[in-house]
């Protein structure tokens, strides 16, 4: 009998939609000020971004180390740090010509973010994974002749949903996680494809370090994962994640009044 599609559980609660509707808001005000047309600002947190989504996955580079790299300078650091570092530039770099409900470009985002780390970079994994915490596996991702179909699933499921895109892309990073359709880099184009989302809504996404700010929570981050795969349901990891935006956006807000004084 074949494999029924899986489609994605969520229950949408009276928290997220003030939260969507609180981060709607910001988004506004920030397009209104000139924190949304500076390039220097952009930069610094395009910085901010990739530093903090290869740190979680125990890259250990500083922002200054980044920079450097990002402004072709050499830097003090482990052969796979730097090319952790410098694929990621290329990955961000090209998200704008990317479609996120495109197999193809997810598998050339993957190229772009593995080169030179991952022989088998820009395809899928043909064995089995799962994710250890400790001495215990948390999460055993689903078989590798599924991964092609749930991807192509989910893909779908993307381009013909309604949800809001803050919802739509919260719940894509979330099954993307669960499917782990890579051997390596599933945490950072999890993220990333996340981020790409958003920007089709709102390209100011580009711009924005959330990356950043799920740093600062990791274990929560992974805790609301693991509560989302208890549950079969992805709802945890959408409020998470919408805190997570909105407390960026705070964060940003505040900065560029600082900045102004």
């Known amino acids: ?5 899986r489609t994605p559980s969520f229950t949408i ?3 997220m939609v003030n939260r969507i509707a609180a981060i709607a808001e910001r988004v506004g005000g920030i397009q209104a000020t000139a924190l949304a047309a500076s390039p220097q600002l952009r930069k610094r947190n395009r910085i901010k971004t990739i530093t903090g989504t290869l740190a979680i996955e125990g890259n250990s580079l500083s922002e200054q180390q980044v920079t450097a790299i990002m402004d072709g300078k050499p830097v003090l650091g482990s052969v796979r740090e ?3 570092v410098a694929g990621a530039i290329k990955a961000y770099e090209a998200a704008p010509d990317l479609r996120p409900d495109k197999i193809d470009d997810l598998l050339r985002a993957h190229a772009l973010m593995l080169d030179g780390i991952l022989n088998k970079a820009g395809h899928f994994r043909q064995v089995a994974v799962g994710i250890r915490k400790g001495s215990t596996v948390s999460h055993v991702a689903p078989p590798a002749n599924r991964v092609p179909g749930m991807m192509a699933d989910l893909c779908v499921w993307l381009k013909r949903t309604d949800e809001h895109p803050l919802i739509a892309s919260s719940v894509f990073h979330y099954e993307f996680e669960f499917i782990h359709p890579f051997i390596d880099g599933n945490g950072r184009m ?4 996340q981020t790409l989302i958003l920007a089709q809504w709102q390209p100011l996404f580009l711009s924005l370090p959330i990356e950043s700010l799920i740093k600062e929570h990791q274990q929560e981050y992974y805790q609301v994962l693991e509560q989302s795969d208890k549950q079969a349901d992805s709802s945890p990891f959408i409020h998470f994640m919408l805190s997570i935006i909105l407390e960026t956006l705070i964060q940003i ?3 560029e009044q600082i900045t102004r004084s």
């Not at 009998?1 to 599609?5: F, G, H, V």
């Not at 999890?190 to 494809?193: P, V, Y």
């Open 190 to 193: 999890g993220r990333l494809w």
């Open 253 to 255: 807000t505040a900065n």
């Open 1 to 5: 009998m074949p494999n029924q599609p």
């Open 82 to 84: 730097v090319a952790e």
């Open 13 to 15: 609660s009276p928290a």
